[in-house]
């Protein structure tokens, strides 16, 4: 998909379709008036007629307008002007180009920026690529279709190739996460990681198999040892800071399937299963963009790639791993996979010499329980460096919300034979017993882990977002690269 500025007037560029905007209570943007005044007052006569109010996510299209080059004119909602934000901007023109999308349609020029701050003009861009693009990866007739080209109005280079550097990096997340289990799988997952590496200039290392059992990483191993498909570790390096500053690292749970191992999921439960490595494509997702950005920091990925499968060497209840910190794991439920995983990357991540650490994973189920389908849990050792992430999240609009980490819920990881077990006493509080079991290998680096089960990945669609993975999270991982300070 091709992104440029026109510099032509929204009522004579030769589009397919124009995006113009309205404000609450009916204040056109300024494209919008040209295009009514060059078609004879027919937007003014809509918004006369309440048939426009200007209501964030209102969309009216205006077919074959006379007096307007191109074939149609799509008026979006937006709100009040000053309140505006980031999400606000993506959803304007996401939603337009999800609308648009569902035809084959080779050009749309958004002119949606009005003076807007980069930021705003940067989200926009960004949900104008993302809102056209479908999960049906694999349908020969596609329900969305994008477009051969997008041009944006008054937007300056460096926008025009920040927005597209989000918008690219978002998509990559989502495309990683709607592949199937047999396509994406962890030595396919790590090439994709070897690629992206090489086109944007990360350093890249991936270990195998051999190297794990060299790194003695049992506890990832335990989880992996149940399938015929071997595990993957992979080390993505930004290095755009000082020589020897210490990183910031972004980890990511990489279950390219999750069957729920011997305590197998029933089948409604496991249909979704190929989106439990989100957690992993929105860290690479993110690398992508903070090595295209050049961000003036040094950031390291790691991700940990494992299937969760039955076979006759599958963990079995009351197994004993030993992670690769040295702490022994009495495994009570081999569903609950993802901490194994992240058990030892996050060793890694410390050992690699990390000042902070961000881990992303679609851990627990009870996260969905506690804060609905489109909110991420927010956990945390720190809470300076909980509250810069949640705010580097409020900035780009994806919703997260911190739960509390109480010392009592420690007890309830407690083993009897081990020196802690994989999961709590019963399923209450389940996110947070969860995050506890992380916190015991994070070894008091300043840490936030963000569930993001819920947000990552949609059972319906919304009306800027086809329904699948959708790169939540990619764009906050940026925002908070961009302030890091180490
Ligand atoms: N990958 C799942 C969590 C999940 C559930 C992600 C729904 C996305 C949507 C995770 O590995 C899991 O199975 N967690 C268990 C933990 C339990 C056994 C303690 C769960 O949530 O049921
Ligand atoms: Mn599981
Ligand atoms: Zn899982």
Redesign the pocket.
């Known amino acids: 998909m091709k992104i440029s500025a026109t510099n032509e007037s929204a009522a004579s560029v030769q589009a397919d379709a124009v995006v113009v905007g309205c404000y609450a209570d009916g204040e056109l943007q300024p494209a919008a008036t040209t295009i009514d005044q060059a078609a004879a007052g027919a937007i003014t006569g809509l918004i006369e007629a309440k048939e426009i109010v200007g209501k964030a996510g209102e969309l009216t299209r205006i077919l074959a307008p006379s007096g307007i080059a191109a074939t149609q004119v799509i008026l979006v909602g937006l709100g009040a002007r000053d309140e505006l934000d980031r999400r606000g901007a993506f959803r304007a023109a996401a939603a337009p180009a999800k609308l648009l999308a569902s035809k084959q349609r080779a050009h749309v020029a958004f002119y949606l920026n009005d003076n807007w701050d980069a930021d705003l003009v940067e989200a926009a861009i960004c949900g104008s690529m993302t809102g056209s693009q479908g999960q049906d990866l694999y349908r020969a007739e596609k329900k969305l279709l994008p477009f051969e080209k997008i041009s944006w109005a008054a937007a300056g280079e460096p926008v025009l190739s920040s927005g597209q550097t989000l918008g690219h990096a978002v998509a990559l997340t989502r495309r990683l996460v709607n592949e199937p289990a047999n396509k994406i799988y962890p030595e396919s997952f790590a090439d994709v990681a070897v690629d992206v590496a090489a086109k944007c200039g990360l350093e890249v290392e991936v270990w195998d198999e051999d190297k794990l059992k060299a790194e003695r990483c049992g506890s990832l191993l335990g989880v992996s040892q149940g399938s015929t498909r071997p595990p993957r570790l992979v080390i993505l390096r930004h290095n755009g800071g000082q020589r020897g500053d210490a990183p910031l690292a972004l980890v990511g749970k990489g ?1 390219t399937f ?1 069957s ?1 191992g011997l ?1 197998i999921k029933p089948s409604d439960g496991m249909k979704a ?1 190929k ?2 490595m989100a957690g992993a494509a929105t860290v690479v997702g993110a690398m992508q963009a903070i090595a295209e950005l050049q961000l003036p920091v040094n950031v390291i990925g790691l991700v940990g790639l494992t299937e969760n499968m039955i076979n006759g060497d599958a963990v079995k209840l009351g197994d004993v791993l030993t992670a690769r910190s040295g702490k022994t794991i009495e495994v009570l ?1 081999t ?4 901490r194994l995983v992240l058990a030892d990357v996050l060793d890694v991540a410390v050992e690699q010499g990390a000042a902070k650490i961000v881990d992303l994973a ?5 996260c ?1 329980v506690a804060l609905g389908m489109d909110t991420a849990g927010l956990m945390t050792n720190d809470q300076a460096w909980c509250d810069e992430l949640s705010d580097a999240a409020q900035l780009c609009g994806e919703a997260a919300w911190q739960l509390p980490m109480y010392p009592e819920f420690s007890e309830q990881i407690a083993s009897k034979v081990a020196d802690i077990k994989n ?1 709590g006493e019963g399923r209450w509080g ?1 996110s947070i017993t969860a995050a506890k079991f992380l916190e015991e290998f994070v070894q008091d680096k300043p840490w936030v882990h963000i569930d993001i ?1 819920g947000p990552a990945f949609l059972d319906s669609p919304k009306p800027w977002l086809d329904a699948g993975g959708s790169g939540a999270f990619v764009r906050t991982l940026v925002e908070l690269a961009r302030g890091w300070r180490s």
């Open positions: 279950v999750d729920g305590s299963m989106c439990d439920n569903d609950a996979e993802g679609t851990l627990t189920g009870a969905l999961i389940g089960a």
